[in-house]
T-cell receptor
Framework: ETGVTQTPRHLVMGMTNKKSLKCEQH?????MYWYKQSAKKPLELMFV???????ENNSVPSRFSPECPNSSHLFLHLHTLQPEDSALYLC?????????????FGDGTRLSIL | TQLLEQSPQFLSIQEGENLTVYCNSS?????LQWYRQEPGEGPVLLVT?????EVKKLKRLTFQFGDARKDSSLHITAAQPGDTGLYLC????????????FGQGTRLTINP
């Protein structure tokens, strides 16, 4: 139990579908992150939120739309995805975005695009 | 070109053996973090090294940060099957708010 819960754990969707990934942290942290983990590629940072404000968008295509309604919840809205978007999507949180803060990861959502 | 190169990418050894994995870069980092990720789970932080030349020990695991803060190594003594997993290093960029850059990982298998 890491204190960061992601749902669903697995998701299969067609390219025309719209779905959302959810992340909830119970650690009292103020910063939350979305990462993409593909086979044979390093973990890629997608978005960073600090105190509900987006502070980083790492050139992510607009078919991925994040939402952070409060410091405990983070969503990733998906629409018209491509097969190359199939990956493990990891959510993480940290106390703040200051340096040397450890990040706590959820167990991820395994996304498959048909 | 990856900012952080980890080597080897795959390592399979017998229980009881010692091993070292490496994390190298041409860039300077304010810190380096090591994570272990097991199948079906997210990465879990093992250690953060901050000072050049710093050595940290976690039971049978020894972590070292290079003097120039560009590289790091992880040494495991008397490896056990429970050490099996994907070991990720992550460098914290020197400027600005925290931004972690991950290596591609070393997949370690310890055979009984």
């Amino acid at each position: 139990e890491t204190g960061v819960t992601q749902t669903p754990r697995h998701l299969v969707m067609g390219m025309t579908n719209k779905k959302s990934l959810k992340c909830e942290q119970h650690l009292g942290h103020n910063a939350m992150y979305w990462y993409k983990q593909s086979a044979k590629k390093p973990l890629e940072l997608m978005f960073v939120y600090n105190f509900k404000e987006q502070t980083e968008n790492n050139s992510v295509p607009s078919r991925f739309s994040p939402e952070c309604p409060n410091s405990s919840h983070l969503f990733l809205h998906l629409h018209t995805l491509q097969p190359e978007d199939s990956a493990l999507y990891l959510c993480a949180s940290s106390q703040e975005t200051k340096i040397h803060q450890p990040q706590h990861f959820g167990d991820g959502t395994r996304l498959s695009i048909l | 070109t990856q900012l952080l190169e980890q080597s080897p990418q795959f390592l399979s050894i017998q229980e009881g053996e010692n091993l070292t994995v490496y994390c190298n870069s041409s860039s300077v980092f304010s810190s380096l973090q090591w994570y272990r990720q097991e199948p079906g789970e997210g990465p879990v932080l093992l250690v953060t090294v901050v000072t050049g030349g710093e050595v940290k020990k976690l039971k049978r695991l020894t972590f070292q940060f290079g003097d120039a803060r560009k590289d790091s190594s992880l040494h495991i003594t008397a490896a056990q099957p429970g050490d099996t997993g994907l070991y990720l290093c992550a460098g914290e960029m020197l400027q600005g708010a925290q931004k972690l850059v991950f290596g591609q990982g070393t997949r370690l298998t310890i055979n009984p």
